[in-house]
């Protein structure tokens, strides 16, 4: 029985040795390069170099010796074309039926602190090219990128001694989709350009999800392989495992928290909303003055902190049923209390907000803009009545908030806890009554009121004037922005416009 031969070129080799000595033993000839040649030498095996099989030496520190048409000729043949086959038989070509390759590790060392010349060493040039030239033959070569991939192809080698067309067909599948998003981060690194020509994703999958928003959606998570960020690297330290929907509220809770990087804070979030934000300083303190925002929606919510969390705060957190804790840190007294509650989960967030673009997905296309990241620096009051100190204090700390609240957004605050949150109302003054209602409920102080965008109408002031509410911070904007600036005056409201819209669809 004639020799096939498999061209094994990786730099990850766990499962390497047995995988080749099974590839041997069923007749395989092994042709190699550099470092994959000695180990498998070293594993007592039989390979041969590459500079044999193409008669010309590698060059270059490594980066050419498998451009060759010995190379590619043997991935390319068409084995049932006869043109094909006399060209390849007249140069001495012989045929390669198997290829496996994993490629330099460009993604590991892409966001790495090395310099831009030695992250270009790690461009794989002719791994992809051996990779993409098997695949493109996938009628008669197997392409392996995934060490996973071994089992099944030796199973199949060992029942009927080839792999199925099915198999060679998504493994070069696999070829491609591996190569894209190694081509798009290369890509996203060297061009950087906000908005590029086309549009480059280059994210891996983490873990399939049990479902999507819903029991009868699919889903799975993927990480980027260029980028660090909060979502990326967390670390699970205690219960079960993470949902799509614990996903996304995690994801908004704690760019929350890390609005207030002066200040301890802490958020609540359910359904994609916040339910309560406050500041305070003490951990325990914090976390109270968040639950008071909402007790109701907090059940079954997100709590997340942007600060070490004790074993007092520990201890409020168990009075309440939360699907999810985050934090920096935790003491280790704090993790056997929250450890209590089988299916919390309890999250140690690694990174900070690092998002430079939201993409949103709509059918057949998607939209990509830079994220909502400033706050106005030309803050100014616009009426004949200044807020005091503490209200303008107030005003900036619902500003940071509301925009992380379904527009139309309104927060009602007493300066260190967000007590009204109005959000996904198709109309403002109806956001503005919600908010102004829930606050008023659990406070009978001072409150003032922040909203995403400019009030249409005078309506807004005039309602919180009726509720007592004593100040008021808007962007400003509207063709009608006189007719409300007279209502705060007549009212006695100090009001003042940021000029920045903080819309959130």
């Known amino acids: 029985m004639s020799k096939k031969r498999a061209l094994i070129s990786v730099s990850d080799k766990s499962g ?21 040649f000695k180990h498998l030498k070293e594993a007592g095996l039989n390979p041969i170099q590459i500079d044999e099989i193409t008669d010309f030496p590698e ?42 390759v994993n490629l330099y590790p460009f993604f590991e060392n892409a966001n790495s602190d090395i310099s831009l010349d030695e992250k270009v060493e790690f461009i794989d040039i002719g791994g992809p090219s051996m990779l993409r030239s098997g695949a493109k033959n996938y009628n008669s070569v197997t392409v392996i990128t995934d060490v996973e991939d071994y089992a099944k192809v030796q199973q199949e080698i060992t029942e009927t001694g080839e792999t199925t067309l099915e198999t060679r067909k998504k493994l070069a599948g696999k070829v491609f989709n591996l190569t894209s998003a190694y081509d798009a981060a290369i890509s996203k690194m060297l061009l950087d350009e906000e908005y ?51 996903l996304r509220d995690m994801d908004l809770c704690w760019k929350v928290v890390q609005e207030f990087k002066e200040e301890m804070a802490c958020c609540a979030v359910k359904h994609s909303t916040p339910c309560g934000v406050a500041v305070g300083t003490t951990a325990v303190e914090t976390y109270k003055k968040t639950f008071e925002c909402d007790p109701v ?30 934090a920096p840190d935790f003491e280790d007294e704090a993790l056997e209390i929250l450890r209590k509650k089988k299916n919390l989960r309890i999250i140690k967030i690694k990174n900070p907000v690092s998002d430079q673009q939201t993409w949103v997905k709509v ?71 919600h908010a102004v209602e829930r606050a008023k409920e659990k406070f009978s102080g001072d409150l003032v009121l922040a909203s995403d965008a400019f009030f249409p109408f005078r309506d807004v002031v005039d309602f919180c004037a009726k509720e ?38």
């Open 297 to 326: 929606s907090i059940f079954g919510g997100i709590i997340g902190m942007n600060f070490k969390v004790d074993a007092g705060t520990a201890e409020e957190l168990n009075k309440t049923f939360l699907e999810i804790v985050m």
């Open 363 to 433: 059918d057949g296309g998607i939209l990509v803009q830079d994220n909502d990241n400033i706050f106005s620096e030309k803050i100014e009051t616009v009426t004949v009545f200044k807020p005091f100190q503490e209200q303008e204090k107030a005003l900036l700390f619902a500003q940071r908030v509301v925009k992380y609240v379904k527009s139309n957004a309104i927060v009602v605050s007493n300066g260190y806890q967000a007590l009204g949150i109005g959000g996904g109302q198709v109309n403002r003054i109806w956001a503005t009554e």
């Open 468 to 505: 007592g509410i004593k100040a008021i911070i808007q962007p400003g904007g509207s063709m009608r922005d006189e007719e409300s600036i007279e209502a705060a005056n007549e009212h006695g409201i100090p009001m003042m416009f940021t000029g920045i819209r903080h819309f959130l669809h």
């Open 59 to 100: 060059m270059l520190d490594g980066r050419v010796k498998t451009l060759h048409p010995k190379v590619h000729g043997g991935l390319l043949a068409v084995r049932t074309n006869e043109e094909h086959m006399k060209t390849v038989q007249n140069h001495e070509i012989g045929l390669i039926d198997m290829v496996i």
């Open 196 to 246: 590029p020509h086309y549009l480059n994703a280059s994210y891996k999958k983490v873990s399939d999800l049990r479902y999507g928003e819903n029991p009868h959606q699919t889903a799975a998570y993927y990480v980027s392989t260029t980028d660090n960020g909060a979502m990326k690297d967390f670390e699970i330290l205690g219960g079960k495992e993470l949902s799509f929907n614990n």
């Open 16 to 36: 390497l040795t047995d995988f080749a000595k099974f590839l041997e033993e069923k007749n395989y000839e092994l042709i190699s390069t550099g470092g994959t």
